[in-house]
């Protein structure tokens, strides 16, 4: 089975979706880091992020191994390194570009296609997996989402300023939701789960039911 949850940065996506993956007992696929991960070797191998066909090319020639644990890009760990805020602030140009996206969401259907998988990401039940059994968005009001990001960045040593979070933030959302090909958009067919004054654990028992009633669904 597939469940696909996406929805704008910073709603808790990923948290909840490692949880619920766990609960379920099914693999949890964080597409995001994927993005990332080309973002960083553009950087990394100083491919300028106005070269679209440099980036295309780039996408195509590494080699992203997704584990539980983390991430490498031809063999190297940059699980941490694709968290660091100058990659972020970077993505933009490599989720925009049609041919690296079209790249990534060939990988991801490899990679689901070997079991139960939570997909986490903003196009999941749009493009990558439309037929996906359970579809899940996942948002949350700006202010909410923001902190949250400045939270996740304490708990990893780095700092970050609200305010400049915010806007980032905002920049990043409308470019997700603007982008040609694999836009930030709600599938028709997705169970909409506002999380602004839920916890976490409130997040993830109530995805669980979600997909607990689909189970039972397709069982009768
Ligand atoms: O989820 P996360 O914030 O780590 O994703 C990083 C960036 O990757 C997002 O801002 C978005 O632009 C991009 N992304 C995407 N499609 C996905 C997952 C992430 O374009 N499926």
């Known amino acids: 089975m597939i469940v696909t949850i996406d929805g704008p940065a910073g709603a808790g996506k990923s948290t909840v979706s490692r ?56 063999g190297a760990d940059v699980t941490r390194a694709i968290r660091d805020p ?41 493009v990558a997996f439309p037929n996906a059994e359970c579809k899940i968005y996942l948002t949350a009001s700006p202010e909410h989402r923001a902190q949250r990001r400045v939270g996740d960045l304490a708990e990893r040593g780095l700092s970050g300023d609200y305010e400049t979070i915010l806007e980032e933030q905002m920049a990043r959302d409308f470019r997700d939701q603007n982008r040609a090909v694999g836009r930030l958009q709600q599938a028709p067919d997705a169970i909409v789960v506002d999380t602004d004054n839920l916890s976490v654990d409130e997040v993830v028992q109530k995805l669980k039911q979600i997909v607990q009633t689909k189970i039972a669904g397709r069982k009768s």
Do not use: K
């Not at 993956?21 to 100083?46: H, N």
């Open 19 to 74: 949880l619920l993956a766990a609960e379920l007992g099914f693999r949890f696929l964080d597409t995001g880091s994927m993005y990332r991960a080309i973002t960083w070797a553009a950087l990394d191998r100083q491919v300028p992020l106005d070269d679209h066909a440099g980036l295309a090319a780039l996408a195509g020639a590494v080699t992203i191994v997704v584990t539980d644990q983390g991430l490498t890009v031809d």
């Open 86 to 126: 100058t990659v972020t602030r970077n993505i933009g140009p490599v989720a925009d570009n049609p041919e690296v996206r079209r790249v990534m969401v060939e990988l991801q259907r490899r990679i689901a296609s070997d079991g139960d998988y939570v997909c986490e990401g903003r196009d999941q039940g749009t």
